[in-house]
């Protein structure tokens, strides 16, 4: 098992461009989460999902899209960057019924 | 509107001694309060948890203590070594679901 496998690690994107986050677990959890690191802030969730076709918003959605087409990914795309998005993402997944989420190991994003 | 407050920010305890920080939460609703363990360049991950019908939960060296009253959780790691030494999150939800993060504490153990 790769567990929760984020792409890429890094990233310097420009202001108002577009990208896609990637996140993929092969542990078949149901749920999958998307959370941002700060420094002095602890994790924020953005968005979550508990299955495919399910996603729902979290404490700081805005400039964040997500969908859940499979199981396996919960992709996070920014729409226009900006420099507050700077940050580090962390996708994290489980399973129903368990506590205890499994985290990947991030990818840190400047906006420039 | 910081739902999870936690301290301290940074700690440094000898090697040997006992790690504590502390948490208080707001949402009475809460009824899971898990301990996340970080370290540099990696994700989070799960330490120990406790749900709120016990006030004390204890995994090796490292304990939960909750105060339901008080609405504060502790962590407390005995005998604390340098391999402890990572940044520490206390987190809250309403089941399983929405965990809310407290802001972190830097722990270093010192040789």
């Known amino acids: 098992n790769a567990g929760v496998t984020q792409t890429p690690k890094f990233q310097v994107l420009k202001t108002g461009q577009s990208m896609t986050l990637q996140c993929a677990q092969d542990m078949n959890h149901e749920y999958m989460s998307w959370y941002r690191q700060d420094p002095g802030m602890g994790l924020r969730l953005i968005h979550y999902?508990?299955?495919?076709?399910?996603?729902d918003q979290g404490e700081v959605p805005n400039g964040y899209n997500v969908s859940r087409s499979t199981t396996e990914d919960f992709p996070l795309r920014l729409l226009s960057a900006a420099p507050s998005q700077t940050s580090v993402y962390f996708c994290a997944s489980r399973k129903a019924g368990l506590d205890g989420y499994t985290f990947g190991s991030g990818t840190r994003l400047t906006v420039v | 509107q910081q739902q999870v407050k936690q301290s301290p920010q940074s700690l440094i305890v000898q090697k040997g001694g006992i790690s504590i920080i502390n948490c208080a939460y707001e949402n009475t609703a809460f009824d899971y309060f898990p301990w996340y363990q970080q370290f540099p360049g990696k994700g989070p991950a799960l330490l120990i948890a406790?749900?709120?019908?016990?006030s004390e939960k204890k995994e090796g060296r490292f304990t939960i203590s909750f105060n339901k009253s008080a609405k504060q959780f502790s962590l407390h790691i005995m005998d604390s070594q340098p391999g402890d030494s990572a940044t520490y999150f206390c987190a809250a939800s309403k089941g399983f679901q929405k965990l809310v993060f407290g802001t972190g504490t830097r722990l270093l153990v010192s040789p």
């Open positions: 999902s508990v299955g495919a076709g399910i996603t």
């Open positions: 406790i749900r709120p019908d016990v």
